[in-house]
């Protein structure tokens, strides 16, 4: 099962992808997660990447195309993929054709998760998540049960991300408008797109993507 989970920012595509990890044992492949732990370590990429990411602009089509194409090829045949925040742009779903095909991978799903854009500027200023193990949290809609501790694994470390200030989500919004909306109806054409109310509360969407992923 290969399934693309595509939104504006804030949608819940993260908040989702770690919820089917946990049931199915998929392998959640995120750019943005990939990039910033680039920019972490400093690579090559990372450096190159860091300013376009702070702005909310998007990194180039060869890099995070090379990046989804090497951790396809680190992780089993057999382990299914989320796609999550990629493809981007017209040009990325042309070479995610490509780079599936050429691993005898076929796209199964494209989750459309539809959102008000009003929420989400709340939704990401008042996300964090755990600095040990990644568990993403909301300030209002997901708190720790127990606060400053994360529910996953005990850590006490949270941490908040550069880009989620509300001038560049405006940004981060407006280049989805731009640039990723657009690749819709090369999925529709192909019959393969499912719209999810991304508004609902977030054990509604996770019901019904399960209810497309069983179909
Ligand atoms: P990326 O990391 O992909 O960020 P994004 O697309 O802006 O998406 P977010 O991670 O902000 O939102 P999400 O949909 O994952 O929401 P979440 O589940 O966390 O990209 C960052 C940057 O990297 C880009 O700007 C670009 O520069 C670069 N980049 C990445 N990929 C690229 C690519 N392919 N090409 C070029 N450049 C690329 O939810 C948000 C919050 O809301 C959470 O706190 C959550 O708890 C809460 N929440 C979730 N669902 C609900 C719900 N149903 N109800 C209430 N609250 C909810
Ligand atoms: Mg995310």
Redesign the pocket.
Known sequence: MNIILL??????????AQRLVERHGMRQL????M??AAVKAATPVGLQ?KA??ER????S?EI?SALIGEELDAMGSETGAIF??????EA?AHSLDAILGQRGRTLNHVIE?AVDEDALVE??T??FTCANCGK???DK??RPQVDGTCDKCGSTEFKRRP??NEETVRT?MA??RAKTAPILPIYEARGIVARVD?????DQ?TAAIEQVIAS
């Open positions: 939104g504006p920012p804030g949608a819940g595509k993260g908040t989702q995120s750019t943005g997660d990039l910033r990447a376009v990411m909310g602009e998007l990194v089509d995070v999550d925040g990629y493809p981007r742009t990325q998760l939704r990401i008042g996300r993403g949290y909301h809609f997901e880009d989620d981060r280049e989805y991304g508004m609902a509360d977030m969407v």
